[in-house]
């Protein structure tokens, strides 16, 4: 198994529309949980934390379920500039802490 | 927001050449840094950590002497590709983190090799 796992899609959604991602962990000792997106050809960036008690930032957001074990995205509202590959990240407890990425979600919004 | 300044963004050179990609974190210390390559298509791979004054670690399958990393300072790492052929050819991303427990990566713009 995978320490990270995403579903590649890609998931197709129509401007506007609601659309969720989940990312599964293997690791139970995982600490930190972040979103990334990674638009074609350039680094990834930071979507957002993924903080326990879940967290929004407008349009996003994250859940975190330890007890099953997987991570969350929901947006709301897709826009064209949603289209990207959304990467799940997840790393282990301590300072110098590894962090694992899956391989990405791409999702594609249509006009 | 945190900063990651890469360097450069684009190399175009002829095989045997030796290549030297600068990582900088501008308004933070990085204790840690990171080298990921990835292929046209293809998810992120990560290729080594190096946590600063340390040695780095790589991961399996990179060759160490090929991929040479320095990360002498808490604000520079550099990776150097030596003797590069056109397999190495390739979208070099590094990242940097702050020390302490859910800190993120900060990822720089990417360098993309081409190996003629």
């Known amino acids: 198994r995978k320490e990270v796992e995403q579903d590649p899609g890609p998931f197709n959604v129509p401007e506007g529309a609601t659309v969720a991602f989940n990312c599964t962990y293997s690791?139970?000792?995982?600490?930190?949980f972040f979103w990334y997106r990674q638009d074609c050809r350039k680094e990834p960036k930071l979507l957002m934390s993924?903080?326990?008690s879940g967290n929004e930032d407008g349009r996003f957001t994250a859940q975190l379920n330890r007890a099953s074990q997987y991570i969350s995205l929901l947006i709301r509202d897709s826009k064209l500039s949603d289209s990207a590959t959304y990467l799940c990240v997840v790393g282990a407890s301590g300072g110098y802490q590894k962090v694992t990425f899956g391989t990405g979600t791409k999702l594609q919004v249509i006009p | 927001g945190a900063v990651v300044s890469q360097h450069p963004s684009r190399v175009i050179c002829k095989s045997g050449t030796s290549v030297k990609i600068e990582c900088r974190s501008l308004?933070?210390?990085?204790?840690?840094m990171f080298w990921y390559r990835q292929f046209p298509k293809q998810s992120l791979m990560l290729m080594a950590t190096?946590?600063?004054?340390?040695?780095?670690?790589?991961e399996q399958g990179v060759e160490k002497d090929k991929f040479l990393i320095n990360h002498a300072s808490l604000t520079l790492s550099t990776l150097t590709v030596t003797s590069a052929h056109p397999e190495d050819s390739s979208f070099y991303i590094c990242s940097a983190r702050e020390y302490g427990s859910n800190q993120p990566q900060h990822f720089g713009d990417g360098t993309r090799l081409s190996i003629l």
């Open positions: 190096s946590n600063e004054g340390s040695k780095a670690t790589y």
């Open positions: 308004d933070f210390q990085a204790t840690t």
């Open positions: 993924v903080y326990s």
């Open positions: 690791n139970s000792a995982s600490q930190s």
